[in-house]
C-alpha cells in the first residue's frame, strides 16, 4: 500500500481506518508498511508519543507534495518561500 494519507478525528477514528486497511489487506495482499508511516498527532493530542504502534514525527511530514508542521515559519518555508 503505498501514498495513503489518513486525516482523523480521534484515536477511534484512527482505529476504525485501521479495521478497513487491514480488511483490504486480507482482500488484496498488500499491506502498510508501518517503517514507512509516519504519525502526526495534532490538536489535544499533539503530545502523544505513540497510539496503534504508530510513533509521532515532529518534524515536517510530507503529504502529496505539501509539508504539515508545528511549526507555522516552517511551513511558510517550506511550501512557498523555498519553491519561489
Do not use: Q
Amino acid at each position: 500500500m503505498d501514498d495513503t494519507t489518513l486525516i482523523c478525528r480521534d484515536v477511534e477514528a484512527l482505529k476504525e481506518n485501521m479495521k478497513v486497511i487491514s480488511e483490504f489487506n486480507a482482500i488484496s495482499g498488500l499491506k502498510l508498511n508501518k517503517k514507512k508511516t509516519k504519525a502526526m498527532w495534532i490538536g489535544s493530542a499533539k503530545n502523544k508519543t505513540k497510539s496503534l504502534g504508530f510513533e509521532s514525527h515532529h518534524e515536517p511530514v510530507k503529504s502529496l507534495g505539501v509539508n504539515l508542521s508545528y511549526n507555522r515559519d516552517k511551513n511558510n518555508n517550506l511550501n512557498f518561500f523555498v519553491k519561489i
